[in-house]
């Protein structure tokens, strides 16, 4: 008898009623058919070389041989060096914007981050290749070997492109998607638990340190994963820069190959069938990965408590 | 316990302030000097050709990017079509009907999953679905990747914008008499900033989307007549003619990338603008 | 502080038998519009309504007054079954409007609701002009050639006193206006599909005390044509307005009575106790 919205109504509402309980399972339905879509065609490739394709690092297509291992190295050392760097930047951009500066500059600051997330990927690849790169190459790239030569990861030619400017890159465009989830963190703070802080003579940075950010603990690694996960999948920004190579190096100045850049290169080339099916399983590869991320990243950002209406 | 000392903790203080301080300018700087590159390099190119020739070989100089311009108008105004009716009905479903049940989290779970799945894998699903059952490239199958990355989005938007539309203007609908559906109309009225924004901002996020068309629309020197044939767009352009060694190719490339970045920007703004007078007329009354 | 200190708590007031029927003479009102059977309403689990017995007098004005969430506006929202919108809400009992339980499944809601309209705490103007407001019930219910819903609506913002103010710009917004004269077009907007009965929940409690006063003036004036039922926090505005007032506590109709009768000769202790301010 109660709740006439799921159950008795016009011929209209029970039109509604089915075409948006439609839409919801087509989102379900989506979400199941991307693995099995995936699964299906890499069926070949998972036939041939088992889970083996996991850490066989041949990668042969003369010889159809396939291994995933130097396109999972280079996914988690760009993404790696990417979280690096926006790990410490993000956290302190969201410090700055939501405690240290005043609104009329945090404003517009966070808008500039807010437009920076809206840059499309594409666009952060052509500045990579043609204006950060040669900078690499010339300026950034011999210093670091200079300075830090006995370290493995800062040796070889500096050519500009490869793993070390394909993760400056990426932490460029997962910067602003972690900034400004920590900084809605920070907003959500209690106010009486930071001012009870400061009342005892605490720091701003020692409240953010100590308070807030322990307070927002979970979803500032929430904020992390999701970097983490949008950073394994990003593709055109990295493939314009990371040097598209299947070898596999310690150092950060040699070419390498994500999963997502070996796709988006080869996808074109990739001709019989064996080659098509190994790289559907790179990408089955790359959406069990980023999925892993973001249920990680879901679990801890999630918060509880729609309304369920009424008197009140 | 030992007192630590206060000039340390003012000096940490200083210091993470500084540090703050610098991540924000560098941070300002490098958009500011990414946006000035683009502007720069691509505005030299960008003269009417460009929005009115087709595609000139190397070397030869003139010609423009009209195709890629109008394909990718097209792509993304088909994939829009394609994404906001599924994706609003969604938001209605966990909104309106849907509760806290089992199905109603598992399908929150699934838009969230759905956002976090890299792009250039919508694309892939796409060729082996779309592109091998249709037998080739099309712009259909272009705009139905995008439309994949936009559902979940809007999906997510009209759920939050519908759930901000106060339960009393719901229950006055009703105490009129009116049946849901009718009443959902008043619903999406009051909700229509958020709703144009939620759509707007989705746009703006495949505008610039590469990776999916590589996989489904690919590329095509001739005009978008046919939507089952390859078809023309900016993003695949720009990545095709950016790996060319030809240097007018290049220089296409940044006006490509201008044209698309400036969209995208405008689209955000624009988005933003209706959101704002959106919340401002719900604080005025 | 220790476990002995509990002794020296009061004892805990008698939950009075009575209150289970409210002391009232069975038929207290005239000619019943309403009549309120053994109403039980539960959110859940949870029982917020217990055994309410009430009758709603035909083109007179009821009070509901009590304490803040002692049942008011539950009570009301199972009159236009607007609580069936909820999952997990339930009333269970008779209401009897002219004689026909709405609470069975075979009544028509919508119509129910065209019968019954309402007006709630926060004004709601639809986001549509003023107009389209007004007209917003009457499109729904009925199919009218335009130079009749233009008559129809007019009348209604007349009903209301808002015709002079706004017959300028009816097409403006409806949220263009004043909370004041929100609430009086949501008023008119419920007039204009001719219902019978009215329910105000603290329709009042969200605007100026003009604006308040003119909307008084407005329930006082609507007695004629319907039958009106308000819960009100206020106790000189129940005194002033209604003619009839019912007394809830803690889910209970505790009094209900002539309102000059509650407030100057009430039965109970609590109703007493109530009115004077000695709780609430
Ligand atoms: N949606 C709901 N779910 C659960 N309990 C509810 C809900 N709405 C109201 N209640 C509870 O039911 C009881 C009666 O609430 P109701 O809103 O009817 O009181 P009220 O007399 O109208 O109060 P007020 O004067 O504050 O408006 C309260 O204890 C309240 O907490
Ligand atoms: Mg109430």
Same mark, same amino acid.
């Given at each position: 008898?109660t709740? #006439?919205?799921?159950r008795?109504?016009?011929?209209?509402?029970k039109?509604?009623?089915a075409?948006?309980?439609?839409?919801a399972?087509?989102?379900?339905?989506?979400?199941?058919?991307? =693995?099995v879509g995936?699964?299906?065609?890499?069926a070949?490739?998972?036939?041939?070389?088992?889970?083996?394709?996991?850490w066989?690092s041949?990668?042969?297509?003369?010889?159809?041989?396939?291994?995933?291992?130097?396109?999972i190295?280079? @996914?988690?050392?760009? @993404?790696?060096?990417?979280?690096?760097?926006?790990?410490?930047a993000s956290?302190?951009?969201? =410090?700055?914007?939501?405690?240290?500066?005043?609104?009329?500059?945090?404003?517009?600051?966070?808008?500039a981050?807010e437009?920076f997330?809206?840059?499309?990927?594409?666009?952060?690849? *052509?500045?990579g290749?043609f204006?950060?790169?040669?900078i690499?190459s010339?300026?950034?790239?011999p210093?670091?070997?200079?300075?830090?030569?006995?370290?493995?990861?800062f040796?070889?030619?500096?050519?500009?492109?490869?793993?070390?400017t394909?993760g400056?890159?990426?932490?460029l *465009?997962?910067?602003?998607?972690m900034?400004?989830?920590?900084?809605?963190?920070f907003?959500?703070?209690?106010?009486?638990?930071?001012e009870?802080?400061?009342?005892?003579?605490? @720091?701003r940075?020692?409240? @953010?340190r100590k308070?807030?950010?322990?307070h927002?603990?979970?979803?500032?690694?929430?904020?992390?994963f999701?970097?983490?996960?949008?950073?394994?999948?990003?593709?055109?920004?990295v493939?314009?820069?990371v040097?598209?190579?299947?070898r596999?190096s310690?150092?950060? =100045?040699e070419?390498?190959?994500t999963?997502?850049?070996?796709?988006?290169?080869e996808?074109? #080339?990739?001709?019989?069938?064996l080659?098509?099916?190994?790289?559907?399983?790179l990408?089955?590869?790359?959406?069990?990965?980023t999925?892993?991320?973001?249920l990680?990243?879901r679990r801890?950002?999630d918060?509880?408590g729609?309304?369920?209406?009424?008197?009140? | 316990?030992?007192?630590?000392? %206060?000039?340390?903790?003012?000096?940490?203080d200083?210091?993470a302030?500084?540090?703050?301080?610098l991540?924000?300018?560098?941070?300002?700087?490098?958009?500011?000097?990414?946006?000035?590159?683009?502007?720069?390099?691509?505005?030299s190119v960008?003269?009417p050709?460009f929005?009115t020739?087709l595609p000139?070989?190397?070397g030869?100089?003139?010609?423009?990017?009209?195709?890629?311009?109008?394909?990718t108008?097209?792509?993304?105004?088909?994939?829009?079509l394609?994404?906001?009716?599924?994706?609003?009905?969604?938001?209605?479903?966990?909104?309106?009907?849907a509760?806290?049940?089992?199905f109603a989290?598992?399908? %929150?779970?699934?838009?969230?999953?759905?956002?976090g799945?890299?792009?250039?894998?919508?694309?892939l699903?796409?060729?082996?679905?779309?592109?091998?059952?249709?037998g080739?490239f099309?712009?259909?199958?272009?705009?139905v990747?995008?439309?994949?990355?936009?559902?979940p989005?809007?999906? %997510?938007?009209?759920?939050?914008?519908?759930?901000?539309?106060?339960?009393?203007l719901r229950?006055?609908?009703?105490?009129?008499?009116a049946?849901?559906?009718?009443a959902?109309?008043?619903?999406?009225l009051?909700?229509?900033?958020?709703?144009?924004t939620?759509?707007?901002?989705?746009?703006?996020?495949?505008?610039?989307?590469?990776?999916?068309l590589?996989?489904?629309?690919?590329?095509?020197p001739?005009?978008?007549?046919?939507?089952?044939?390859?078809?023309?767009?900016?993003?695949?352009?720009?990545?095709?003619?950016?790996m060319?060694?030809?240097?007018?190719?290049?220089?296409?490339?940044?006006?490509?990338?201008?044209?698309i970045?400036?969209?995208?920007?405008?689209?955000?703004l624009?988005?933003?603008?209706?959101?704002?007078t959106?919340?401002?007329?719900?604080?005025?009354? | 502080?220790?476990?002995?200190?509990?002794?020296?708590?009061? !004892?805990?007031?008698?939950v009075?038998?009575?209150?289970?029927?409210?002391s009232?003479?069975?038929?207290?009102?005239?000619?019943?519009?309403i009549?309120?059977?053994g109403?039980?309403?539960? $959110?859940?689990?949870?029982q917020v309504?217990f055994d309410?017995?009430?009758?709603?007098?035909?083109n007179?004005?009821?009070?509901?007054?009590?304490p803040?969430?002692?049942?008011?506006?539950t009570?009301?929202?199972?009159?236009n079954r607007?609580?069936? +919108?909820y999952?997990g809400?339930?009333?269970?009992?008779?209401?009897l409007?002219?004689?026909?339980n709405?609470?069975?499944?075979k009544?028509d809601?919508?119509?129910?609701?065209?019968?019954?309209g309402?007006?709630f705490?926060?004004?709601t !103007?639809?986001?549509?002009s003023?107009?389209?407001?007004?007209?917003?019930?009457?499109?729904?219910? $009925?199919?009218?050639?335009?130079?009749? +819903?233009?008559?129809?609506?007019?009348?209604?913002?007349?009903?209301?006193?808002?015709?002079?103010?706004?017959?300028?710009?009816?097409?403006?917004p409806?949220t263009?206006?004043?909370?004041g004269?929100?609430?009086?077009?949501?008023?008119?907007?419920a007039?204009?599909v001719?219902p019978?009965?009215?329910?105000?929940?603290?329709?009042?409690s969200?605007?100026?005390?003009?604006?308040?006063?003119?909307i008084?003036?407005?329930?006082?004036? +609507?007695?004629?044509r319907?039958?009106?039922?308000?819960?009100?926090?206020?106790?000189?505005?129940?005194?002033?307005?209604s003619?009839?007032?019912?007394?809830?506590?803690q889910?209970?109709?505790?009094e209900?009575?002539?309102?000059a009768?509650?407030?100057?000769?009430?039965?109970?202790?609590?109703t007493e106790? $109530?009115?004077?301010g000695?709780?609430?």
């Open positions: 008898m709740d #006439e919205r799921r008795t109504g016009t011929a209209g509402d039109l509604l009623r075409a948006a309980a439609a839409a399972a087509l989102v379900l339905f989506l979400m199941a058919a991307l =693995f995936l699964g299906w065609h890499s070949l490739s998972l036939s041939k070389f088992g889970v083996g394709f996991l066989s041949e990668w042969n297509p003369v010889a159809g041989r396939y291994g995933a291992l130097s396109s190295y280079g @996914t988690l050392v760009t @993404t790696a060096v990417a979280m690096l760097v926006a790990i410490p956290v302190l951009l969201a =410090f700055f914007l939501a405690e240290i500066a005043p609104p009329a500059i945090a404003k517009p600051v966070g808008y981050v437009l997330a809206a840059v499309p990927s594409i666009i952060f690849g *052509m500045w290749l204006v950060l790169a040669p690499m010339e300026h950034v790239q210093f670091l070997g200079e300075a830090a030569s006995f370290l493995p990861f040796s070889g030619p500096p050519m500009g492109i490869g793993m070390l394909a400056l890159i990426l932490s *465009m997962i910067l602003p998607y900034t400004s989830v920590i900084r809605d963190m907003e959500m703070t209690p106010r009486s638990l930071k009870a802080a400061y009342g005892m003579g605490a @720091t940075w020692e409240v @953010t308070v807030v950010l322990r927002g603990a979970k979803a500032v690694a929430g904020a992390f999701l970097g983490l996960g949008r950073a394994m999948g990003e593709t055109m920004a493939t314009f820069v040097g598209n190579s299947h596999i310690a150092s950060l =100045f070419p390498a190959n999963i997502a850049s070996t796709l988006a290169n996808f074109a #080339e990739a001709s019989d069938p080659y098509l099916s190994a790289l559907a399983e990408g089955l590869v790359l959406l069990v990965m999925f892993g991320i973001n990680l990243a801890m950002l918060r509880f729609a309304g369920s209406g009424g008197a009140r | 316990m030992r007192p630590r000392s %206060r000039a340390a903790r003012k000096a940490a200083a210091a302030s500084a540090l703050a301080f991540a924000a300018a560098a941070g300002t700087a490098v958009l500011f000097w990414i946006m000035a590159e683009v502007f720069a390099r691509g505005a960008l003269g050709a929005f020739r000139a070989p190397p030869v100089g003139g010609g423009g990017l009209a195709n890629a311009v109008l394909g108008v097209i792509i993304t105004l088909l994939a829009t394609m994404a906001v009716p599924p994706g609003v009905l969604a938001g209605v479903y966990l909104a309106e009907f509760g806290n049940g089992r989290s598992a399908v %929150r779970f699934g838009v969230n999953m759905l956002m799945v890299p792009s250039i894998i919508m694309g699903f796409v060729w082996g679905t779309v592109v091998i059952a249709t080739g099309s712009a259909w199958a272009g705009a990747s995008l439309a994949l990355i936009m559902l989005v809007v999906a %997510r938007t009209a759920e939050d914008m519908l759930r901000l539309v106060p339960d009393s229950e006055s609908v009703l105490a009129m008499g049946p849901y559906w009718r959902m109309l008043v619903i999406f009051a909700a229509r900033n958020g709703l144009v939620g759509v707007l901002l989705a746009v703006a996020r495949v505008g610039g989307e590469t990776a999916p590589l996989f489904t629309a690919l590329n095509s001739y005009w978008p007549t046919d939507l089952t044939k390859p078809t023309a767009n900016l993003p695949v352009t720009i990545y095709n003619y950016a060319s060694p030809y240097r007018d190719w290049q220089a296409m490339a940044w006006g490509a990338s201008l044209v970045t400036a969209g995208v920007l405008a689209l955000s624009v988005s933003r603008f209706a959101l704002k959106g919340t401002e007329r719900k604080a005025k009354r | 502080m220790n476990g002995t200190a509990a002794t020296a708590l009061p !004892p805990r007031p008698p009075s038998r009575r209150s289970e029927s409210p009232s003479r069975r038929s207290a009102v005239r000619r019943a519009r009549v309120v059977r109403l039980n309403f539960f $959110y859940g689990r949870r309504l309410n017995n009430l009758e709603i007098a035909e007179r004005v009821t009070a509901i007054i009590g803040s969430g002692c049942g008011k506006s009570h009301i929202r199972v009159y607007i609580y069936s +919108l999952r809400q339930r009333a269970v009992g008779e209401v409007l002219d004689g026909v709405i609470l069975s499944d009544v809601t919508a119509e129910l609701r065209r019968r019954v309402m007006i705490q926060q004004p !103007p639809f986001p549509m003023i107009f389209d407001n007004v007209a917003y019930g009457l499109r729904l219910h $009925y199919r009218l050639p335009k130079s009749e +819903l233009e008559g129809r609506v007019e009348e209604a913002l007349k009903a209301v006193g808002l015709w002079d103010e706004v017959r300028r710009h009816l097409a403006a409806g263009d206006l004043s909370g004269q929100q609430q009086r077009l949501c008023i008119a907007r007039l204009a001719d019978e009965v009215i329910l105000m929940d603290e329709p009042t969200a605007i100026d005390p003009i604006a308040t006063a003119r008084e003036e407005l329930v006082v004036s +609507l007695k004629s319907y039958t009106v039922v308000i819960v009100t926090h206020n106790m000189q505005q129940a005194a002033r307005i003619d009839y007032t019912a007394f809830f506590h889910g209970r109709i505790v209900f009575d002539e309102t009768r509650l407030f100057t000769a009430p039965r109970e202790k609590r106790d $109530y009115i004077t000695r709780f609430g």
